[in-house]
């Protein structure tokens, strides 16, 4: 039962247009710190940048060592950038993508490549950037002849990979619905991959960073941080409803909009909604 962790901050990036980002070192390291805090085996960090080819081959590498009783995490601090597609998958014209030090990632790797039946263990992505809701997603095409109603079926979610999100002070579960053609539709498809998602901000949102002293970082690992480290019993659906709480506090002063928190799990993740976030299979409060 191993707990692992790959951690990638990209503060520049040969992206045309893109300012550094400052704080996307300081990012990973107090994500290591929380993780080293509670009980991760194995953990991996690249403060100052990674190429497309060698983050693909890490996550492969994860990947592979990753057994149906270990713990993978992933978390990204850097840009996002969009790019318009025809892919009918996309409800929003655009992929999804995680700025590297020489590229873009796009969202849709990540369905063809990385979450396929080969996968095992119970996964993490946390992914810090704008537009990140999706980012390390895949996406399957649900008809509206293949929809299915009640128990344990799928139904129409406002991501493909979500099915319950806690919303309220009490954590309750709910599915959220948004509005569907008859035709080709975003849908989830149960794939038994036990995954957890989060991120700074939707598909259309911007994520913010902060100055505190000298140090910039980014208003959403700081506020992370700062729950975990006020409660160290945090659950996922806790640290949730705590960041949303923060959120509707925050946004009034900045000056330009703060991108709302945002998570995901898979059905056959619900049960780690329950478990103390950021933390080692293994971690007892």
Not at 14 to 34: F, M, Q, T
Not at 47 to 65: I, N, Y
């Amino acid at each position: 039962m191993v707990s692992r962790a790959l951690l990638v901050g990209v503060p520049i990036t040969d992206v045309p247009d893109l300012p550094p980002l400052d704080g996307a070192p300081h990012d990973v390291r107090r994500i290591a710190g929380v993780l080293t805090g509670r009980g991760f085996d194995e953990i991996e960090m690249h403060p100052e940048g990674l190429d497309v080819a060698p983050f693909k081959k890490r996550l492969f590498d994860l990947r592979a060592r990753t057994t149906d009783n270990d713990m993978a995490l992933v978390y990204f601090s850097g840009h996002g950038f969009r790019l318009p597609t025809h892919d009918r998958a996309e409800a929003d014209g655009h992929d999804e993508c995680l700025v590297l030090s020489d590229d873009v990632l796009a969202d849709n790797w990540f369905r063809a490549a990385l979450w396929t039946p080969a996968i095992h263990g119970r996964w993490i992505t946390c992914a810090d950037t704008c537009f990140g809701a999706t980012a390390f997603l895949e996406y399957n095409l649900l008809r509206a002849d293949e929809r299915r109603d009640g128990g344990e079926a799928v139904h129409m979610a406002a991501e493909l990979d979500v099915v319950t999100v806690p919303i309220d002070i009490l954590g309750t579960a709910v599915t959220v619905d948004v509005p569907v053609e008859v035709v080709d539709v975003h849908a989830l498809r149960q794939t038994g991959i036990a995954r957890v998602s989060l991120a700074a901000a939707g598909e259309g949102e911007s994520a913010q960073q902060t100055t505190q002293g000298r140090l910039i970082s980014s208003w959403y690992t700081d506020r992370i941080v700062e729950t975990i480290e006020a409660d160290p019993a945090t659950t996922y659906a806790t640290l949730w409803t705590q960041l949303q709480r923060r959120w509707a506090v925050d946004r009034l002063s900045f000056h330009d909009p703060l991108g709302e928190p945002w998570m995901s799990s898979s059905d056959a993740a619900r049960s780690m909604l329950s478990a103390p976030a950021f933390a080692a299979l293994d971690f007892r409060p």
